[in-house]
């Protein structure tokens, strides 16, 4: 049994910065990669962040390169989205994801949601202007 936990969220200004992090508990030997997707209110869910776990490999969003920083924790199962000048386009539902199978989340591309199978609760994140 996996389970994710997100924390960290808020309500911020623009031009703020922000951190978030995804606790994982259960097997997550069995993790591929972990990612950060988010959802505006009346919106697709959508992928923000992802991070290979054996090569280190980070991939963004094009609207969040350059000012959101995906990491790992080496000493605990978890996982951090460092959010840097932040704009009210940033508002949504931050959701934390772990992709179990390598196969799957190769073959889905690290941006869809069907490469994941495990979900976190999710987190709100709001900016004001």
């Known amino acids: 049994q996996v389970q994710l936990v997100e924390s960290g969220g808020g309500s911020m200004q623009t031009g703020d910065s922000l951190r978030l992090s995804c606790a994982a508990s259960g097997q997550t030997f069995t993790f591929y990669a972990m990612a950060w997707f988010r959802q505006a209110p009346g919106e697709e869910r959508e992928f923000v962040a992802a991070?290979?776990?054996?090569?280190?490999?980070?991939y963004y969003d094009d609207s969040v390169k350059g000012r959101f920083t995906i990491s790992r924790d080496n000493t605990k199962d978890k996982i951090n989205l460092q959010m840097n000048s932040l704009k009210p386009d940033d508002t949504a539902v931050y959701y934390c994801?772990?992709?179990?199978?390598?196969?799957?989340?190769?073959?889905?591309?690290?941006?869809?949601?069907?490469?994941?199978?495990?979900w976190g609760q999710g987190t709100q994140v709001t900016v004001s202007s």
């Open positions: 991070l290979s776990w054996g090569g280190g490999t980070a």
């Open positions: 994801a772990a992709a179990g199978a390598a196969g799957k989340w190769y073959s889905s591309g690290y941006a869809s949601q069907a490469g994941y199978e495990h």
